[in-house]
Nanobody
Framework: QVQLVESGGGLVQPGGSLRLSCAAS????????MAWHRQAPGKQRELVAV???????NYADSVKGRFTISRDNVKNTVYLQMNDLKPEDTGVYYC????????????WGQGTQVTVSP
């Protein structure tokens, strides 16, 4: 089990940028697949970006070319660099961890609010 704490959310204008951070503590972070999810008001939570233990990444089509997920295994931190933000990117962003051999993300942070508005 890992404990996850997100930070970096806020209010930004369309076209702006934000970088979210997720600090992990607990068991060995290196072997976990990490992901960012988001939930917009009135909508289901959706997967935004994933990074596995080897550094391989995958993105939702809606954020490809604008968002970048990365990880620092020394600092036990995963990041989400968000550029060219759009109003539809508004939502609560959650960091999640999936242990080796598991299908589901078993550990979640408390979420950080991102609001994109003029």
């Amino acid at each position: 089990q890992v404990q996850l704490v997100e930070s970096g959310g806020g209010l930004v204008q369309p076209g702006g940028s934000l970088r979210l951070s997720c600090a992990a503590s607990g068991r060995t972070f290196t072997y976990y697949t990490m992901a960012w999810h988001r939930q917009a008001p009135g909508k289901q939570r959706e997967l935004v970006a994933v990074i596995n233990s080897g550094g391989g990444t995958n993105y939702a089509d809606s954020v490809k070319g604008r968002f970048t997920i990365s990880r620092d295994n020394v600092k036990n931190t995963v990041y989400l660099q968000m550029n060219d933000l759009k109003p539809e990117d508004t939502g609560v962003y959650y960091c999640a961890a999936r242990a080796v051999g598991k299908i589901l993300y078993g550990d979640w942070g408390q979420g950080t609010q991102v609001t994109v508005s003029p």
